[in-house]
């Protein structure tokens, strides 16, 4: 945190506070007790948050598990803490990137249907990188009865799945 202003070189003032604020993406939601650093000549202010990451990640999971529909500001939030770009998430859940501004149109969103919600929040509350997961890659082509063969493995590998020949 710089303790000195950004936009006239004043010494900041440090002290805690409540904010209730755009500040994260979501309405509602208050931050307690945070470092508010103010310049005391020109008023701008900096807010220093400890250990965002965490505090995003709560606040993520606290959202994927609640029971109430998601909203705009709540699936933009979701995709943004996934680290996932419109296009990237558009092919994630398998749907074009207009789809998605649709889906976070804050005056008039389109709604999200349950299977597509319910994949956003299971993205979520796996709680792992989301690049593990193929899902983009997946059911683009004709479909096709599965041929394969499932053989014990050696060393830490107990099953090995090989393509049926
Ligand atoms: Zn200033």
Known sequence: MNDK???C???MKGTRENIKDDLIGLDNVTLKGVMVYRC???GEREVGIYK???LHRRLAMTVARRREKLGPKEIRFLRKYLGLSSKDFADKMGVDKTTVSKWERVDAPAPMGQPAERLLRLMVMVDKPIE??????TGLVEARPVRMVAEEGKGTEAWRIVPAS
């Open 132 to 137: 593990e997961y193929p899902l983009e890659e």
């Open 52 to 54: 965002i990451e965490e």
């Open 9 to 11: 070189g004043t010494p």
């Open 40 to 42: 005391p000549k020109c």
């Open 5 to 7: 202003c950004l936009m």
